[in-house]
């Protein structure tokens, strides 16, 4: 029986990982290779909650209250499109999963490494996980551009705590990606990173 693969792309905004996503689904089509493209938060009930809160601001939201949101939005995931994907044994593609959680909310005060744990008691662990970073310059110059917010400051030692918690992440499935490159480079160095898991020739 084929089990399916996990597929995940991580990293902070504006590193392509939702176009090398989208690519590598295209690809997979052309060779014939059942997949599906997820993508987290979800238009579920949860991820509608979390993209309230995204575009409204936190509004005494409590970190407490947002990581327990991004998880129960991902237990639904798991439970309604994860898993029963990956039973039809297809290959599924996640723009983010709960690499995100763990450097997002992390970055809030939460152990990183606890919430990776958490999360791996009910969702699957994915088969290759591939870390999306710009070099620090064009990283910095795109963390910049998102200062429309009152906390400026705040906001940007954020996402530089984000990142680097990103970084951090060892494991056998683990894989970094520079996204510096044109668009089908890096997709030629996506397709080299997950090419293993693949009997076919990508
Ligand atoms: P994003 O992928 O940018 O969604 P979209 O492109 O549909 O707007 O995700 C929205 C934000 O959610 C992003 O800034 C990262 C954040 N996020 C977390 O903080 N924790 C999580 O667990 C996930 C999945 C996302």
Redesign the pocket.
């Known amino acids: 029986m084929n089990l399916g693969l996990l597929i995940v792309f991580e990293g902070i905004?504006g590193t392509g990982k939702?176009t090398q996503c989208k690519m590598l689904s295209e690809r997979l089509s052309e060779k014939g290779i059942g997949n599906i493209s997820l993508?987290?938060?979800t238009r579920g009930e949860w991820g509608m909650k979390?993209?309230q809160l995204?575009t409204e601001g936190r509004n005494g939201i409590s970190p407490e209250e947002e990581l327990a949101w991004?998880i129960n939005d991902?237990k639904e995931d798991v439970e309604l499109n994860i898993n029963p994907a990956l039973k039809e044994g297809k290959v599924v593609l996640m723009?983010?999963?709960?690499f995100?959680?763990a450097a997002?909310?992390g970055a809030l005060g939460f152990d990183p490494k606890q919430i990776r744990e958490d999360n791996e008691k009910f969702a699957p662990v994915p088969d290759r996980v591939l870390i999306f970073h710009n070099s620090p310059e064009k990283s910095l110059e795109r963390i910049e551009s998102s200062r429309e917010e009152k906390s400026v400051f705040e906001k940007r030692d954020y996402l530089i705590d984000v990142q680097n918690i990103f970084k951090s992440f060892t494991g056998a499935n683990i894989r970094f990606v520079s996204s510096d490159a044109s668009l089908e480079d890096v997709h030629a160095q996506v397709l080299c990173e997950v090419q293993d898991l693949f009997e076919l020739k990508l």
Request: glycine share 0%.
């Open positions: 905004d939702s993508a987290e938060p979390i993209r995204l991004f991902r723009d983010r999963y709960y995100s959680t997002y909310q």
